[in-house]
């Protein structure tokens, strides 16, 4: 089945230092989703990608999905402690397949 | 209240006991999935039930069996479990035709 590889698996930043996470595929993804998901909790959607090059901001987060449709990112401005938690990206409709996920740290 | 409600949040089994874990959604979606969250391994896709019908079955061991009375419940029933199957279990809904996954809080299950 449809496989996204998710990197990288941990990163530690200093509060106001940028974070950004990045997700493959070998094949043509048909959609990118993205999801939040803080420590002791469940993972929250954040945002859904469909077409080429596409280009989503949420405040201090920006979603790209690449021009070939097999790469996604997600890059967060000048990190809070708020954004604690692991990213998740995942593909598809009625069957998501999710990422290994990348667990961001932040010392204050 | 992320509008998907699950209980128990936590669970203790042995090997031995029956045990089901509920799933309630209010957001009046027409599909849910049970997801299994280990330490190791990333979101695992159980089982998937669309307008109550069970649409993929993940390879999922005869242990755990799903039920989903109505659109709006969904069960998993567990039965002679192996301590390997400690992990959260988290319920989903979501529209079909639309996007984006509603997460319930989770069961934790602990096998001894």
């Known amino acids: 089945g449809q496989q996204v590889m998710q990197i990288p698996q941990y990163q530690h930043v200093q509060e106001g230092e940028d974070f950004t996470t990045y997700c493959n595929s070998s094949t043509t993804l048909s959609n990118i989703q993205w999801y939040k998901q803080r420590p002791g909790g469940h993972p929250v959607f954040l945002i859904q990608l469909v077409k080429s090059g596409e280009v989503k901001k949420q405040k201090r987060l920006t979603f790209q999905f690449g021009e070939a449709k097999k790469n996604s990112s997600l890059h967060i401005t000048a990190t809070q402690t708020t954004d604690v938690g692991t990213y998740f990206c995942a593909e598809g409709a009625q069957k998501l397949v999710f990422g290994q996920g990348t667990r961001l740290t932040i010392n204050p | 209240e992320t509008g998907v409600t699950q209980t128990p949040r936590h669970l203790v089994m042995g090997m031995t006991n029956k045990k089901s874990l509920k799933c309630e959604q209010h957001?009046?979606?027409?599909?849910m999935y049970w997801y299994k969250q280990s330490a190791k391994k990333p979101l695992e896709l159980m089982f998937v039930y669309s307008l109550e019908e069970r649409v993929e079955n993940n390879s999922v061991p005869s242990r755990f069996s799903p039920e989903c009375p109505n659109s709006s419940h969904l069960f998993l029933h567990l039965h002679t479990l192996q301590p390997e199957d400690s992990a959260l279990y988290l319920c989903a809904s979501s529209q079909k035709g639309d996007y984006g996954y509603t997460f319930g809080s989770g069961t934790r299950l602990t096998v001894v």
């Open positions: 957001l009046g979606h027409n599909a």
